[in-house]
């Protein structure tokens, strides 16, 4: 797991997203962190592109964890998780997946989105 700069920690997890490389990654995280927002991107992809500031700042900003999965490198975990088209949102919370949307999604959508499970 890598961040992209030194990362800082909120009250529940790394202020930046963290970049999971396989399955085993991401079944650490979800069972280290509450809340967990795993985006799965590619980097061709235009609407990831978009939606990455809005992962970022919920990152830094809210108690959730933010995981970030390149779907081109790690299309077996994609697969694992039914991801057809990016981005896709999968938030996880208590160590069970309980969210998924697809296509680009507002920050105050996803912040409140977020918040609800981290209560």
Not at 29 to 51: E, I, K
Not at 56 to 66: F, I, N, P
């Amino acid at each position: 797991m890598t961040t992209d700069t030194a990362s800082e920690t909120n009250a529940d997890g790394p202020t930046d997203p963290i970049h999971v490389d396989g399955q085993e990654e991401l079944d650490v995280l979800v069972a280290t962190h509450d809340v967990v927002l795993t985006d799965f991107y590619a980097d061709w992809c235009g609407p990831c592109r978009m939606l990455e500031p809005i992962v970022r700042s919920l990152a830094a900003e809210t108690d959730a964890t933010v995981a970030k999965v390149d779907v081109d490198a790690n299309q077996r975990l994609a697969g694992a998780y039914g991801v057809r088209g990016v981005p896709t949102l999968v938030l996880f919370a208590g160590g069970e997946q309980v969210e998924e949307l697809v296509g680009v999604q507002g920050e105050d959508q996803l912040r409140s989105l977020v918040e609800r499970y981290a209560e």
